[in-house]
T-cell receptor, first 115, second 114 residues
């Protein structure tokens, strides 16, 4: 079984300040973890993925996430927010092996960036 | 570039009038998914295919059907759309290999029901 909890439904930051979007997961096996971004009326775009090769994962657009097994967390960060980062962000956990191909989505976090 | 394509991007239908949404992929992935996404919500899985094996989620209404005639194409049929079916419909693909099963998403089809 697997589950994902995105701790904040909305995060509001000023342009140029750091971004932290929080995600906790549970999984009965070694999971794959993903962050996706969705701009209005668009599909989901992969920001980054955890593959078990490295606990600190760098993604596109300056985002990164750190996998912490002891805390079952995979928080998304960016040092300096840009107006174009305003979007919906989804944390996703997926089985890395086995017969299930069904990922589990978090409820999403809406990132608001103020000028 | 390899990609997932959805047509049309915007679809308007009338209450009760059948509608078909299409998805195609050039990634040669063997797993395809259909999601329904309503405003400010996470995508909700309707069904998925592993090759031609069809898997229906338990709470997917009977009003929703799907077809996958070959690896590249997948269709979502809504037999009698209701006002509550207005949503964004997302198609996604992934490879059924051990390791990172990343999903690749299409741009979505926005369905309006009048």
């Amino acid at each position: 079984a697997q589950s994902v909890t995105q701790l904040d439904s909305h995060v509001s930051v000023s342009e140029g300040t750091p971004v932290l979007l929080r995600c906790n997961y549970s999984s009965s096996y070694s999971p794959s973890l993903f962050w996706y971004v969705q701009h209005p009326n668009k599909g989901l775009q992969l920001l980054l993925k955890y593959t078990s090769a490295a606990t600190l994962v760098k993604g596109i657009n300056g985002f990164e996430a750190e996998f912490k097994k002891s805390e079952t967390s995979f928080h998304l960060t960016k040092p300096s927010a840009h107006m174009s980062d305003a979007a919906e962000y989804f944390c996703v956990v997926s089985p890395a092996s086995g017969g299930s191909y069904i990922p589990t989505f978090g409820r999403g976090t809406s990132l608001i960036v103020h000028p | 570039d390899a990609m997932v394509i959805q047509n049309p991007r915007y679809q308007v239908t009338q209450f009760g009038k059948p509608v078909t949404l299409s998805c195609s992929q050039t990634l040669n992935h063997n797993v395809m998914y259909w999601y329904q996404q309503k405003s400010s919500q996470a995508p909700k899985l309707l069904f998925h295919y592993y090759d031609k094996d069809f898997n229906n989620e338990a709470d997917t209404p009977d009003n929703f059907q799907s077809r996958r005639p070959n690896t590249s194409f997948c269709f979502l049929d809504i037999r009698s759309p209701g006002l509550g079916d207005a949503a964004m419909y997302l198609c996604a693909t992934s490879r059924a290999l051990a390791g990172v099963r990343e999903q690749f998403f299409g741009p979505g089809t926005r369905l309006t029901v009048l």
